[in-house]
T-cell receptor
Framework: GAGVSQSPSNKVTEKGKDVELRCDPI?????LYWYRQRLGQGLEFLIY????????KSGLPSDRFSAERTGESVSTLTIQRTQQEDSAVYLC??????????FGPGTRLTVL | GENVEQHPSTLSVQEGDSAVIKCTYS??????FPWYKQELGKGPQLIID?????GEKKDQRIAVTLNKTAKHFSLHITETQPEDSAVYFC?????????FGTGTKLQVIP
């Protein structure tokens, strides 16, 4: 079956613009995670969803970051008024339980 | 919260040699420990995992060991091949929250 997909694969934007990143999880996976990965760095947890609720938003770096999820389906991560330090790869993962995470290919965000 | 430390950050081995990556965790409630391999430009992929009721698990050339008392776990790759070159992440998980290590860049020299 299809894996986790993310779009766009690459996004270049100007400082101050808003961006929306999309994640399509594997069908039936109840939990969905967002991570940020700066160049050469590890995975920084941002937020996770159980169904369409977000029990843990502790990783969101600032109030410019928000995310939502529709049911047990698509999720969008929105970054408002982007800054250069937001440049990174944003990874999404879904899981049927709290075990193995299936990662998407990521969205590479570049803020000029 | 959970804290996962991973060492070394980079590792170079000759093809055919073994590679060992070590991680420690802080939260005794963590009970699931996966290892992920990330190739350039791709998302991480699970390669092996272990649960807290098991001390060792092996899958062909890859093995993971877990010491609950000491709160550390290790990844062992034997007979390394050039295609093993990648970044490897350990992780520790309790209920739903997964904390990743900082990654180890493994280079296998032909």
């Amino acid at each position: 079956g299809a894996g986790v997909s993310q779009s766009p694969s690459n996004k270049v934007t100007e400082k101050g613009k808003d961006v929306e990143l999309r994640c399509d999880p594997i069908s039936g996976h109840t939990a969905l995670y967002w991570y940020r990965q700066r160049l050469g760095q590890g995975l920084e947890f941002l937020i996770y969803f159980q169904g369409n609720s977000a029990p843990d938003k502790s990783g969101l770096p600032s109030d410019r970051f928000s995310a939502e999820r529709t049911g047990e389906s698509v999720s969008t991560l929105t970054i408002q008024r982007t800054q250069q330090e937001d440049s990174a790869v944003y990874l999404c993962a879904s899981t049927p339980t709290y075990n193995e995470q299936f990662f998407g290919p990521g969205t590479r965000l570049t803020v000029l | 919260g959970e804290n996962v430390e991973q060492h070394p950050s980079t590792l170079s081995v000759q093809e055919g040699d073994s590679a060992v990556i070590k991680c420690t965790y802080s939260d005794s409630a963590s009970n699931y420990f996966p290892w992920y391999k990330q190739e350039l430009g791709k998302g991480p992929q699970l390669i092996i995992d272990i649960r807290s009721n098991v001390g060792e698990k092996k899958d062909q050339r890859i093995a993971v060991t877990l010491n609950k008392t000491a709160k550390h776990f290790s990844l062992h790759i034997t007979e390394t091949q050039p295609e093993d070159s990648a970044v490897y992440f350990c992780a520790a998980s309790g209920y739903q929250k997964v904390t990743f290590g900082t990654g180890t860049k493994l280079q296998v020299i032909p």
